[in-house]
């Protein structure tokens, strides 16, 4: 069975500050590693990754992928309060991309 | 407006009283998707469509039942609901299945099940 750990289960920062967020994954044969944010309703896409060290970015939001290791970090750099939000991580197997597997989430709460 | 709907957006029933949850997408997908989530437990996956006719189980399909007769909907269907069915309930969809997609989220469902 796939599995996806995220850690801290939440954090709070101060605006301006960095924050790394932690997914590590067991999964049978992986195919793609997924990043989501939800705030108050649904999840909305961040990134996908499916190889290892490259790095995605979109604008303060970075991630990148270790297929070695089972493990990805998403960076937020300058955070902002608008950055509040659960973050999740999955992970989808070479089953096809149909099935996928979430973590639990990491609340992140940005405090001015 | 490209868009997931679900309805209702909230309910509140008993024990037994079978109940469907409607999910409409307008964007022509091909895969459509459930979950649940619950605090601790995350989001975890019921059951999903490829296409019209095509379901199959994700990792919670107890008690649960889909249908996919129009590629546009695709209504969950609880023929007994109980109360460790009290959840969030999210629809989602994608535009293909032989690639990873972005899946549009609907807005949700809260369920209370007494």
């Known amino acids: 069975e796939d599995k996806v750990v995220q850690s801290p289960l939440s954090l709070v920062v101060h605006e301006g500050d960095t924050v790394t967020l932690n997914c590590s994954y067991e999964?049978?044969?992986?195919?793609?590693l997924l990043w989501y944010k939800q705030e108050k309703k649904a999840p909305t896409f961040l990134f996908m990754l499916?190889?290892?060290?490259i790095e995605k970015k979109s604008g303060r939001l970075s991630s990148i992928l270790d297929k070695k290791e089972l493990f990805s970090i998403l960076n937020i750099t300058a955070t902002q309060t608008g950055d509040s939000a659960i973050y999740l991580c999955?992970?989808?197997?070479?089953?096809?991309?149909?099935?996928?597997?979430f973590g639990t989430g990491t609340k992140l709460q940005v405090i001015p | 407006e490209a868009q997931v709907t679900q309805n209702p957006r909230y309910l509140i029933t008993v024990t037994g009283k079978k109940l469907t949850v409607t999910c409409s997408q307008n964007?022509?997908?091909?895969?459509m998707s459930w979950y649940r989530q619950d605090p601790g437990l995350g989001l975890r996956q019921i059951y999903y469509s490829m296409n019209v006719e095509v379901t199959d189980k994700g990792d919670v399909p107890e008690g649960y039942k889909v249908s996919r007769k129009e590629k546009r909907n695709f209504p969950l269907i609880l023929e007994s609901p109980s109360p460790n069915q009290t959840s969030l309930y999210f629809c989602a969809s994608s535009f293909s299945t032989s690639s990873y997609n972005e899946q549009f989220f609907g807005p949700g469902t809260r369920l209370t099940v007494l």
């Open positions: 499916t190889s290892s060290g």
């Open positions: 999955a992970v989808t197997d070479s089953g096809g991309y149909q099935k996928v597997t």
């Open positions: 999964v049978t044969n992986f195919r793609s």
């Open positions: 964007m022509n997908h091909e895969y």
